[in-house]
């Protein structure tokens, strides 16, 4: 049995650097999706703007809820940030393997990345339902995962399925474009068998991780507009009848709602807060990644040298 090394360490300092992210930018990440759930004409709104909510959780005295769900999405974002990088890396290892290059081509470095968060959705699509569900409950109304979870059918906590499969073209451009201006950037060749894998300086991460995630947002905002409508949870003040709440958990019926409404200009509300924390929690991701990440490749050398020694039958590659 092999023990891939390299796609544990990849998988292992991508989640901690997602959690770490996750957890500094989440009163962000709740503001944002609160005011991108609310589907209203202007002069209806709640939330004319995204500072609002943040006013409107300062007001209320519930300025501790803007981490309901801190818990849940910790969970989502290192389980989804682990399934992700190491099936990047594994599948991204496999194709150099089997076609004997030393580069991977943008093309395939997009299928493959593909691959990779298809596999991570549909295993993580429950934990990123409930934690949608309560960042967007009145403040102070979250319930825990399994309460959220529970009220609902099993079918619906797979609720926005289709369309976080298709945003998996997220991550895919982002991690595709990363990929490429980090080659570029380093310029230079993996020596030996065990030399640990070259890193970018915090900084470079940081810009190239910035210019990544915002192009892939801008391309695929939309989509994304449409996901937190299908997944958020029900409001008091939304005077929707049951058919029509019944309809916003479709694709097509969270499109026809948002053109309706607002108009086109309504596919892109809350555009600049969602570039501003994509782009920061991406960008902090992979700093904290590329800095944990000849840490991380040590500690994986030392873990397979021990299981080599003391479990024969496994072997590190």
């Known amino acids: 049995m092999q023990l891939d090394l390299e796609s544990l ?183 030996g068998t065990e030399s640990s894998p070259e890193a970018l300086s915090a900084f470079s991460a940081f810009m190239l991780g910035a210019v990544s995630k915002c192009a892939a947002t801008c391309l695929t905002y939309p989509a994304i507009r449409c996901k937190v409508m299908i997944q958020a949870a029900e409001s008091d003040d939304d005077k929707s009848t049951e058919a029509e709440r019944k309809a916003q958990r479709t694709i097509s019926g969270a499109l026809y709602t948002i053109w309706r409404r607002e108009g086109i200009l309504g596919f892109f509300k809350g555009l600049q807060a969602q570039i501003l924390k994509t782009v920061l929690s991406s960008a902090l991701l992979l700093m904290v990644k590329e800095k944990i990440a000849k840490s991380t490749w040590i500690l994986m050398l030392v873990i397979g040298r021990y299981l080599s020694v003391n479990s024969p039958e496994l072997k590190a590659v």
């Not at 290059?101 to 298809?118: M, R, Y």
């Not at 399925?161 to 474009?177: E, H, K, M, V």
């Open 9 to 191: 360490s990849e998988a292992t300092s991508g989640a901690i650097g997602s959690l770490v992210s996750t957890t500094v930018l989440y009163p962000l990440d709740t503001c944002k999706t609160k005011y991108q759930a609310e589907v209203q004409a202007h002069h209806q709104r709640k939330y004319k703007r995204i500072s609002d909510v943040l006013w409107e959780a300062i007001s209320t005295r519930q300025v501790l809820s803007l981490y309901q769900g801190l818990g849940t999405k910790n969970v989502q974002s290192f389980v989804s940030s682990f399934i992700y990088f190491y099936g990047y890396s594994y599948f991204r290892k496999m194709y150099l393997k089997k076609t004997g290059n030393k580069t991977i081509g943008t093309v395939a470095n997009l299928i493959v990345a593909t691959a990779a968060g298809v596999c991570t959705i549909v295993i993580t699509q429950p934990l990123d339902t409930a934690s949608s569900r309560m960042q967007t409950s009145e403040f102070g109304k979250s319930k825990g995962l399994w309460k959220t979870l529970s009220e609902g059918t099993w079918s619906e906590a797979f609720d926005g399925l289709g369309i976080s499969i298709l945003l998996t073209t997220n991550p895919s451009i982002q991690y595709t474009a990363y990929d490429q201006l980090k080659q570029r950037k380093l310029k230079g060749k993996r020596t």
